[in-house]
């Protein structure tokens, strides 16, 4: 079946302007996740949805990010006033449930870059 | 809180060659436990994943892991390596209702 899907695969923004990153889960999943990948910070959490909402966004690194899930479906992570630190490859994931034991799947990533 | 630490950002090995990739955890109770790979330009991958049902995990691609709770180690292991082998491999220990832990990463350069 269908993988976790991203749109745009490459983002080039200029400092100050406002992004949208979407997130097509896999059919069914009700658990989904964003994760920020960087040179010098790894792989990071960004937040958490079970269903539409999201008990855990404890990882978004400003109010200048958002994320929204509607329809139990697709989620889109909003960056506001675009930084250049900001600069990263955006991963989503999926997963059956929220359960320790369920695998996250995930898309092949939106590679951001603000200049 | 639940870590992961990496140990060694790099690991070469030549093809046909053990490989072992480094894994220590830090959890206050049974932790769960995965590998991811991550091949360039591409997203992760899941290569194994430790749940309590068996100390020894088989996952694809040849690899296995190792659940020592003794050690708080779960290493990755393969036994002969491939060119194909050649990426970037993630610890990860994922936390009750939230999300995943992941280690740093270690790249694998494997050499002919």
């Known amino acids: 079946g269908a993988g976790v899907s991203q749109s745009p695969s490459n983002k080039v923004t200029e400092k100050g302007k406002d992004v949208e990153l979407r997130c097509d889960p896999i059919?069914?999943?009700?658990?989904l996740y964003w994760y920020r990948q960087s040179l010098g910070q790894g792989l990071e959490f960004l937040i958490y949805f079970q269903g539409n909402s999201a008990p855990d966004k404890s990882g978004l690194p400003s109010d200048r990010f958002s994320a929204e899930r509607t329809g139990g479906s697709v989620s889109t992570l909003t960056i506001q006033r675009t930084q250049q630190e900001d600069s990263a490859v955006y991963l989503c994931?999926?997963?059956?449930?929220?359960?320790?034991?369920?695998?996250?799947?995930f898309g092949p990533g939106t590679r951001l870059t603000v200049t | 809180a639940q870590s992961v630490t990496q140990l060694g950002s790099h690991v070469s090995v030549s093809e046909g060659a053990l490989v072992l990739l480094r894994c220590n955890y830090s959890s206050s109770v049974p932790p769960y436990l995965f590998w991811y790979v991550q091949y360039p330009n591409q997203g992760l991958q899941l290569l194994l994943k430790?749940?309590?049902?068996?100390?020894l995990v088989k996952g694809i691609n040849g690899f296995e892991a190792e659940f020592k709770k003794s050690e708080t180690s779960f290493h990755l292991t393969k036994p002969s390596a491939h060119m194909s082998d050649a990426a970037e491999y993630f610890c990860?220990?994922?936390?009750?209702?939230?999300?995943?832990?992941f280690g740093k990463g270690t790249t694998l350069s494997v050499s002919s």
């Open positions: 430790y749940t309590s049902a068996a100390t």
């Open positions: 994931a999926s997963s059956t449930t929220g359960g320790e034991g369920y695998e996250q799947y």
């Open positions: 990860a220990v994922k936390q009750a209702g939230t999300a995943l832990i």
């Open positions: 059919s069914g999943h009700t658990a």
